[in-house]
C-alpha cells in the first residue's frame, strides 16, 4: 500500500431517475483516474463506462471488497449509494485504515435516500430521526419509530416496510416508502393511515410521519423556532428535568407514584431514544409520560379504565405518545413488544408474579416500586428466581 495512492468513496445520487447523469465532475474524475473500483454489483454496472479499464471488485456483505480499495498502491474508489458518511460504508473504510496518513480518504457525497424520500414530497427532514435496520436488530429502529413524529428507517431485505408495519402500533401514519432510488425504476410510495401494499422493490427506505399528533409534518419548523415548553411532540429538546412535580399530572385521589419515587425509578430505568419502556400498573401515567419525554417509546398498562383515560390525558397534556393498554398483568403483557426496561408501579397481590413475568422480558432492567413493606420479600425472590441481580 502507498501512503500517497488516493482513496475516493464516492456517492451514487438517490435523486433523480439515473445517478451516473446526477453524478458531479469530482466523483467523475477520481473514476476515471482509478486502478481500482470497489462496489455493489448495481454499482459497478452504474459506473462501468466512466472507470475504464479499472479493476473492478464486488463489495460483498462482509465488506471484505473494501481491503482490495485500502491496500491499492494506485488510486482507487469505493462506490456507494447517497452520502457514503451517512449510515454508510465510510464508517467500515476508516475503521480499515487505523494508523493510515490522515486525510487520505477524499469523500464525495451525494443526495442520500432519505433526503431523497421526504423531498419527493416536498417535506422537511431536519427534524426527523433516522434509524437503521440493516444489519443489526431492528428494535431499536421499532422504538424510534414508534416514539417519533418523524423517523427515517433504512430497512434491509430481511427487515422491510411490511416487517416495521407488523411490529409497529396502529396509531395512524402517513407512509412514505422509496424504492430504487436513483434508478430509472426510482418511486415514492405515499398512504396513510396504514402503509402501502407491498411487496417492495430492493433497496427501500421507509418515512413515517405522524397524521394524528402535533408536530409530525410541521415538527421541524417547532424545533427550528424554539416553541414553547408546551408546543406538541418534544422530538428533540426533551424535559427541561425530571422527576416532574405531582401537581404536573392529573390523577385520582393521589393515585400516582410521587415525584420523588418517579426520580429515583427514572434514574434506574435510564429511558432514551431507541429503548422500548413498559409501565405496569400505571395509574395516572407519570412515569409512563416522564420516560416518553426522555425519547423512549413507552407501552403503559392498567386494569382501570378509567387510569386508562387518564395516563392517555396526562400523555396528551405533555406532548407526548404512550401506547395505552387496558388489561390484567402479568397476562395483559404476553402480547406486548419486548422492553428494554419495565416499571412495575402497581399490581396489588399480583407483583411478584408481574415482576418475575416482566424479568422474563426485558432486556436491561426490571424497577418494582412497592408501597406496602410486606411484599418486597416475595418480589425480591421473584426477581431472583428468574436471573437477576437484584438490588
Known sequence: MSASASLWVVGLPA????????????????????????????????????????????????????DAAVDADAPSVVVASGDPGFFGV??????????????????????????AVFAAVGLCWDDAHVVSAHGRDPATAVAVARRSPKVAVLTSPDFGPGELADALDERPRRWLVGQQLGTAQARVTESWPGPPQGPFA????????????????????????????????RAHAGLAGWGLADDAFAHRDGQLTKAEV???ALAWLGPAHGDLVWDVGCGSGSVAVECAALGAAVCAVDRDADQ??????????HGVPVDAHLGQAPAALADLPQPDVVFVGGGGADVAAIAAAAAGRARRAVVVALAAVERVGAVWAALAEAGCEVD
Do not use: C, F, K, M
Open 262 to 264: 418517579r426520580a429515583v
Open 202 to 233: 430492493e433497496p427501500n427506505i421507509v418515512g413515517l410521519i405522524a397524521v394524528d399528533e402535533p408536530g409530525g409534518e410541521l415538527a421541524g419548523d417547532r424545533a427550528v423556532l424554539a416553541p414553547p415548553a408546551s408546543a406538541g411532540w
Open 15 to 66: 435523486w433523480g431517475e439515473d445517478a451516473i447523469t446526477s453524478l458531479d465532475l469530482v466523483g467523475r474524475q477520481a473514476l476515471a483516474s482509478a486502478a481500482v473500483v470497489v462496489g455493489g454489483e448495481a454499482h459497478l454496472a452504474a459506473v462501468d463506462d466512466l472507470a475504464g479499464d479499472a479493476r473492478r471488485v464486488v463489495l460483498r456483505a462482509d465488506l471484505s471488497g473494501l
Open 308 to 317: 386508562i383515560e387518564t395516563t392517555r390525558a396526562n400523555a396528551a397534556r
Open 90 to 115: 465510510l464508517r467500515a473504510l476508516r475503521a480499515r485504515l487505523e494508523g493510515d496518513p490522515r486525510g487520505r480518504v477524499r469523500v464525495v457525497p451525494a443526495v442520500s435516500s432519505v433526503a
